[in-house]
């Protein structure tokens, strides 16, 4: 068994299925359909609510809870989208997640290489210190991690929030990465380090570039899970300049409560970008996932 | 790369602390690791290289996971408003009164039920939707998409949304007047008697897609030859989906159900946005976590809330290694609770 073979044969599969393939598939029975329409049906509802909502007046809620916009009033976001507090709130939630998204893979790839490639005494006790921390999600330590950030100053303040997710995030993403590095060919190291090739130098030139899908994934899951994270901000920002979105809806609602239409319509502006994120990667996200559960 | 069944996944090796992630040329378990070390000692130069690539990392992971946590067992010895350093030594009085508190006992007993309704209603269901998504169809890209919006969309607006939706007057109740269900009766989706059960709804419908997308990921780690020689033989698609597909996934199964409970013990956001603060307990849905929340830093109440943490930590941590060598033992041997039992 050798671990050239996984990295090509798992690509092509992935670029066929995306591309090639799609035509040729044949129809369901109608049964399959009329499962899966049920369930989709389940599964966008709520998300429809909030859409169509925001397109709705409050006297059309009221008398109809459950209807649909009638006459349609795209003034609510017209006007949630010219308020400065949405961008603001906006530009937050876009630093904290590029920030963590950039940092956990820096980080997270860097010492996935090293679980991966280097033999040393130590690197058991490494790995099962960042698998440890996949069974500790950021609920149990937020409490004494509140009073850590509050005595470095750092409450208030994005990198309170990002510093915290990187670290959290590392497991997920080390789980994710070292198998996509192991199974980089040893003798692409070893032709490389005969062309006078630096074990750090190979790291950028070759191990960046072969990890790409896991990278990918990674990132596109740590960018998502930033973007709505809530305990962390909840505790860490009280200051409302520093608000990311999922605090400024909460507060939105809070504000405005009675105005059910301006929150659904703040609501379901400040989801799209994640929700356009993911629907871009998700192909690529069940096939980065594959290493992590070889089963 | 071989597609053996036994071939411990990253995931559930990474749960074991076993290094062994692929059987590659490259997986040294920690046992080989060692014994060869004086042999090949790592030169000044890898050293540097190591410590250059993952210093950072388990810098930012000690600083920002391991300190707190142990901190967390040291202020939860303390009676401490949060300001100054803490002074106030009352030993286990913390423990004493949160072990003692009826209200944290209903909470650690909802964390409970909801642990087992979640594997026993999503399981089943996640395995059921991904083989029907696994299957080739056409329109099937479009489906995956729209089933995993609830997992993408953000508890707080999933949470908001919900929260509009279920009160006696909002839009389910509407709808169900509109179709003529029920007749005119409202049903009280949040109140305590439905609670649970809205509750494990909302769950089911927020993380029904990652489960979603596990199995369907683990699915194509199975060799299609498998179903092709099944079929050959006569085996019908349930057959194959029972004989093949079931145990071949049985380790991806085994990863989300860790995955879940532990999500089930740490569960926050979706009942404290949904049913608010001050809510939760009284409709029978409060949670370990929103306990915490409740009494810790937001009443002030520092060494109290950090004691609490301390308790969800330690559940956490006896579910997790009971369910590593109950469950994952089965497929990887050696977990961290007896890593010298070698196979």
Known sequence: MTTASLEAPRAKKNRSAQGGSKPKDPWGSPAVYFIALVVVALTVAPVAYIVLGGFRDNSQITV?????????????????????????????????????????????????????????????????LFAAGLMFPITVAITPLFILLNNLHLTNSLIGVILPQVAFGLPTTIIILVPFLQAIPEEIEEAAAVDGCSRLRFYFKMVLPLSLPGVLTTGILT??????????????????????????????????????????????????PALLFFTAFERRIVG????AVKG | MSDTPQAPSALESSLDGNTTVMGGTNSVSPMTAVGRAPRQRTSWR????????????????????????????????????????????????????????????????????????????????????????????????????????????SEVIAGTGLG???????????????????????????????????????????????????????????????????????????????????????????????????????????????????????????????YMAHYGPRTGLYGYGNAVAVVLFIISMIVAVLYQRLVLSRDVDGAVTDGRKKR
């Open chain 2, 164 to 290: 509009l939706m279920l009160p006696v007057n909002g839009a389910i109740n509407a709808l169900l007047t509109n179709m003529h269900i029920f007749g005119d009766v409202k049903i009280q989706w949040l109140g305590p008697h439905m609670a649970l059960w809205t509750l494990m709804a909302i769950l089911t419908w927020k993380y029904l897609g990652f489960a979603i997308i596990l199995l369907m990921a683990g699915l194509q780690n199975i060799p299609e030859e498998l179903y092709e020689a099944a079929s050959i033989d006569g085996a019908s698609y349930w057959q194959q989906q029972r004989r093949i597909t079931l145990p071949l996934l049985g380790p991806t199964i085994r990863i989300w159900a860790f995955l879940s409970i532990i999500g089930a013990l740490q569960l926050f956001d979706l009942p404290w946005i949904v049913w608010g603060e001050f809510n939760v307990d009284r409709d029978g849905i409060s949670t370990m976590a929103t």
């Open chain 1, 64 to 128: 109809d809870p459950a209807g649909f916009p009638s006459p349609w009033r795209p003034e609510t976001y017209a006007h949630i989208l010219q308020s400065s507090s949405f961008w603001h709130q906006f530009l937050n939630s876009t630093i904290a997640a590029l920030f963590t998204a950039v940092l956990v893979i820096a980080l997270g790839l860097s010492a996935s290489y090293v679980l991966a490639r280097y033999k040393f005494r130590g690197r058991g006790l490494m790995f099962g």
């Open chain 1, 223 to 272: 960018f998502v899970a930033s973007w709505n994270s809530y305990l962390l901000p909840l505790f860490v920002l009280s200051d409302t300049n520093s608000f990311t979105l999922p605090l400024g809806v909460q507060q939105f609602r809070g504000v405005h409560g009675s105005d059910t239409a301006a929150v659904l319509a703040f609501t379901s502006l400040s989801m799209i």
């Open chain 2, 46 to 153: 890898e050293r540097f290289e190591i410590t250059l690539l993952s210093g950072p990392a388990i810098l930012v992971f000690l600083a920002f996971v391991i300190a707190p946590v142990v901190a967390a067992f040291y202020y939860g010895f303390y009676r401490w408003k949060g300001f100054g350093p803490p002074t106030d030594f009352i030993g286990l009085h913390n423990y004493k009164v949160i072990l003692t508190d009826p209200e944290f006992h209903r909470a650690v007993l909802h964390n409970f039920e909801i642990l087992a309704l979640s594997l026993l209603i999503q399981g089943p269901l996640a395995i059921l939707l991904a083989l029907l998504l696994n299957r080739k169809m056409r329109g099937r890209s479009v489906i995956r998409v729209l089933v995993f919006v609830p997992w993408v969309v």
């Open chain 1, 288 to 291: 980065g996932l594959q290493g």
